[in-house]
């Protein structure tokens, strides 16, 4: 029997940041079960290794280097927090890996050994901060979690704001793992100061948290809303739909986009993990990154990573987002940007659109608000 292709899986399943980390895994998983269902790649399967980094930058780096360092696995897939991307990194350098990052982040990064699946800044921040400007205004409050994330998308979104004469009234970071009182001081500020929108950088366990304490300090979120990139399904299912209702999130994909691609995922990984698993952009990253792999290994015909990422360049793949692509400038991907808004069921409607893909720019060598549409990019009809 022929060997099978090692996928090194560093999704977390427990820890703060477990739930979208969780559909991270399964979407990984169903892309791989649906690749070997099919006859796997050049007849050989892919054998998924799953680990459990624990939401941890140091367990990611311990786990990384045991896959990597006995040659287990050369490719590893995974990584939320941009600090446990951030802890996996050197060890995919040391070893000539290659880690498929399926997560939205701030930017300004470059490996060789990294390829990037999800929103460069270019590809979420600019089109929310331009739809917020026009909706609800120009005077901002920040809220995140304590790490680099919050600390860089906060950066990019406070010299957005600041391009088009708005404010930054205050910028408040809550323990990564924090307690419904952690939220007190914002809620306070927030009341206070009357920004026309908060945004927010909270990751993970805290953000339901943050939301709940939103609504029961009794905000209009249609005048007010909460704004975030990392608020997307998984974070909503543990939210009231009275507290969901009204806040407006950025990303690639959401789970109610129309269209055969993103319906049949939704529905086999809803047959698959449940029916009303929550199904987010992270997830479909995660997804497609696999499909995007396994293409790109039957091309070069081996998973070795540099043949791996020089085949990776002439792979095209039809997402669930659209048509989607690695940009060999930078490693980063192709992307189709949204901007929707929660509902009163708790569920999101898209608000605006780009219909187009745009090509990654995680430099921002495009500065301004108008200009990420430079990287619009139209595929033939
Ligand atoms: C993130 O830390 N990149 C959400």
């Not at 249609?222 to 975030?228: D, H, K, Q």
Request: hydrophobic share 45%; with cysteine; proline share 7%.
């Amino acid at each position: 029997m022929n060997p099978s292709w090692r996928f090194g899986l560093l999704c977390s399943q427990t820890g703060v940041t477990a739930k979208v980390e969780t559909t991270q895994l399964n979407a990984s998983l169903l892309a791989i079960e649906q690749i070997n269902g099919a006859g796997g790649i050049a007849g050989r399967s892919i054998e998924p290794i799953i680990c459990d980094p624990a939401s941890n930058p140091k367990q990611f780096a311990a786990l990384a280097e045991r896959l990597l360092s006995n040659g287990r696995a050369r490719l590893l897939f995974g990584c939320y927090m941009s600090s446990t991307r951030k802890a996996v990194l050197p060890l995919v350098e040391a070893y000539r890996g290659l880690l498929f990052y399926p997560t939205l982040y701030e930017g300004f990064e470059y490996s060789k050994h990294c390829i990037y699946t999800g929103a460069a800044p270019n590809q979420n921040s600019m089109q929310l901060a331009k739809y917020l400007f026009g909706a609800y205004g120009k005077r901002f409050f920040f809220v995140g979690s304590n790490y680099v994330y919050p600390y860089e998308s906060n950066r990019i979104m406070a010299e957005l704001v600041r391009q088009v004469g708005g404010a930054v009234l205050d910028e408040i970071y809550v323990p990564l793992a924090p307690q419904p009182v952690d939220f007190s001081k914002a809620i306070r500020e927030i009341a206070r100061t009357k920004p026309d929108v908060v945004f927010s950088t909270v990751v993970g366990e805290g953000t339901a948290m943050f939301y709940d304490a939103f609504h029961r300090a009794g905000f209009d979120a249609a005048r007010l809303p909460i704004a975030s990139l990392t608020t997307g399904e998984a974070e909503v299912a543990d939210m009231a739909a009275q507290a969901a209702c009204g806040h407006v999130t950025a990303a690639p994909f959401f789970d109610i986009l129309p269209g055969p691609a993103a319906a049949g995922f939704v529905s086999a990984y809803r047959a698959r993990f449940g029916a009303n698993a929550p199904v987010p952009a992270a997830a479909e990253a995660a997804y497609f990154q696999v499909m995007l792999a396994a293409g790109a290994i039957g091309r070069a015909g081996a998973d070795d990573p540099g043949l791996v990422q020089a085949a990776l360049a002439e792979c095209e793949y039809d997402a669930p987002q659209g048509r989607v692509r690695i940009d060999p400038d930078n490693n980063h991907t192709f992307l189709w940007p949204r901007v929707a808004r929660l509902n009163a069921e708790g569920r999101f409607e898209v608000v605006w659109n780009a219909e187009a893909r745009v090509k990654p720019d995680p430099y921002r060598v495009t500065q301004t608000l108008d200009e990420w549409s430079g990287g619009v990019h139209r595929l033939p009809a």
